[in-house]
């Protein structure tokens, strides 16, 4: 936040939290429904973000995250199981969270519309 204080950061802020660390990171936060609701309402005004959520907190913390408005991450470098037991593949984990927006009413952002929604140049 100082940062945006002293004005070296301008709107929008894009933010990812990464929630559900902490058996693996001394100072990480545990994914919970009112850790994460309490990180989302202390987030500045006109922020994009997003939850990654680590290993067994990926899927409700990312679920959650739509419920919130925000934007999720998910892939093999955050959690390595489909289930207890159940090797993933990433194919497998965005498959099931497309599934997951599809049910809520969502569509996932092609990475066109993710650049231009962030502000980024096209590649």
């Not at 408005?69 to 965005?94: F, I, S, T």
Request: charged share 20%; aromatic share 8%; with cysteine.
């Amino acid at each position: 936040m100082a940062s945006i204080v002293k004005g070296y950061d301008k709107p929008p802020y894009y933010i990812n939290i990464v929630i559900g660390g902490d058996k693996g990171f001394q100072g990480a936060m545990p994914y919970t429904p009112e850790i994460l609701d309490f990180m989302v309402k202390c987030l500045p005004p006109q922020s994009i973000w997003c939850v990654s959520g680590i290993g067994p907190a990926q899927l409700p913390a990312t679920t959650q995250a739509l419920l919130l408005g925000g934007h999720v991450l998910v892939g093999l470098e955050d959690n390595h199981y489909y289930a207890r037991g159940v090797k993933a593949d990433n194919l497998m984990l965005v498959e099931r969270q497309v599934r997951i927006m599809a049910e809520m009413g969502f569509e996932p952002m092609s990475a066109a519309e993710t650049r231009d929604y962030m502000g980024l140049k096209a590649i």
